[in-house]
């Protein structure tokens, strides 16, 4: 976009009105979305491919983790989504593209699975031999692919939720717009589990495989189509990223590296990026393992254990409404985020002791109030985030979080699934494995607490304002 274009946008568009509730929730369609996709990946893959295929749960979460690992690029999506508009808008057209390409992803990443999956079978088993090396290999770059198109679409979407909200209305944005996340994992989990609801324990692997191809060609495909429905028109409309930045019409200077010395600049940066890493891994250990907890411990079969995200996603969605409108504004984020970590702790102990009494009611109990707990605490810390983000570099400070955020979800996601492999192996019992999980789970997040409480929003700021002031003086000489 020439420098003109913007100074027209800003004429045209001098006061971008306040986002309303009805356009709160066509946001969320997109986080709606997301979920739906993780369902996919974490709520079917990983069951297939550690019980179904009997790949190693190491591996699996290994290549499952992948998206998580290329998070680094969201720093710098979120730069060029700051400098450089694609096709005339800073954010929404990153969201498109992202959104296309990890549908196709995900699509190509279950057919290499099948044949991952014969190339094991030829060799009576799972064992590394050239085949399963070269799909495995195969396997692993396109979740990369799929890993580096939801950063791109991701981190502009943040980016645009900072955008078109104010600092008194932004807990509001966040609580309905997570909340359909939630409704996404909800909804992603009843059309998974009713297209896979033919499946028996003793369902071919002709009928496996067609059901789930079906299943990843429906919800990928949805799912790009709320992509575009959350976010058409809303840019133009509401965001006040011209407004408030001071470096928009000068594109020229949102560098990488100014947009860098602005991210580092406070020392609050790291004290928070360091609690989003240890509060998201503790968040997020056991999802590579409770669908084959369910399994294997509460012998559910795939389409039941699937349904578990309902009860999940229904504690979460009923949190984040609550949260978002009545308790984060009273009680404060900091304060908020700090309860929920405690919250968070007590019911992933809860979910451990679930798997001593093999009673499938008591797990579903456990995980709504995980949900709640999760949402609760998410609620708080999402708030907090956007609050730590200069307008400046909005895209760069999400690209950050973000990559805190996802680097972790990566990290616990390995984490767990070799956290089990050992139990298996170490523990005389698949109850001791899979609750050391849920215990190192726990301890993790009172951990966080302790960097939670040094986070200063007030230093952040100040140094941060500094090192905008300091970066077009800079500039200017």
Known sequence: MASGEVFESETKYPVAPRVNLPTMFRLGLFQMGLSMMSILTLGVLNRVMIQEIAIPATLVSLVLALPAFVSPSRIWFGQISDAKPLWGYHRTAYVWVGAAIFAIAAFLAVQVMWQLNNAANISGGWTWTTDTIGWTALLSLIFAI?????CASGTAFAALLVDVSEEDNRSKVVGVVWSMLMVGIIVGAIISSSLLKQLTPEATPETLQASINRLFMIVPAIVFVLAIAATFGVEKKY??????????????????????????????????????????????????????????????????????????????????????????????????????????????????ISGFTA?????????????????????????LMLDLT????????????????????????????????????????????????????????????????????????????????SVLESDLD
């Open 146 to 150: 799929y890993g580096l198109a939801i």
């Open 239 to 352: 965001s006040q990223y011209a407004k408030r930045s001071t470096l928009v019409n000068r594109e020229d200077s949102i560098t990488l590296n100014a947009a860098w010395k602005i991210l580092t600049a406070s020392p609050q940066t790291g004290l928070f990026f360091t609690f989003l890493v240890v509060m998201t891994l503790c968040l997020f250990m056991q999802d590579p393992i409770l669908e084959p907890y369910a399994g294997q411990v509460f012998k559910m079969p795939l389409a039941e254990s699937t349904k578990l995200n309902i009860y999940y996603g229904t504690g979460l969605l009923i949190a984040y409404a609550v949260a978002g409108f009545l308790i984060v504004p009273r009680l404060g984020k900091r304060r908020s985020a700090r309860l929920g970590c405690m919250l968070v702790a007590l019911c992933a102990a809860l979910l451990g």
């Open 359 to 383: 009673n499938a009611a008591f797990l579903k109990f456990g995980l709504v109030l995980f949900g709640l707990a999760t949402g609760f605490l998410t609620t708080a810390a999402i708030s």
């Open 390 to 469: 200069a307008a400046e570099a909005a895209g760069t400070f999400i690209g950050a979080w973000g990559l805190a955020q996802s680097i972790s979800r990566g990290l616990a996601v390995v984490i767990g699934g070799t956290l089990l492999d050992i139990g298996r192996r170490t523990l005389p019992s698949l109850e001791l494995a899979y609750g050391l999980v849920f215990a190192l789970e726990a301890v993790g997040m009172v951990l966080s607490i302790g960097f939670l409480n040094r986070v200063n929003i007030t230093e952040f700021q100040t140094s941060t304002k500094q090192a905008i002031a």
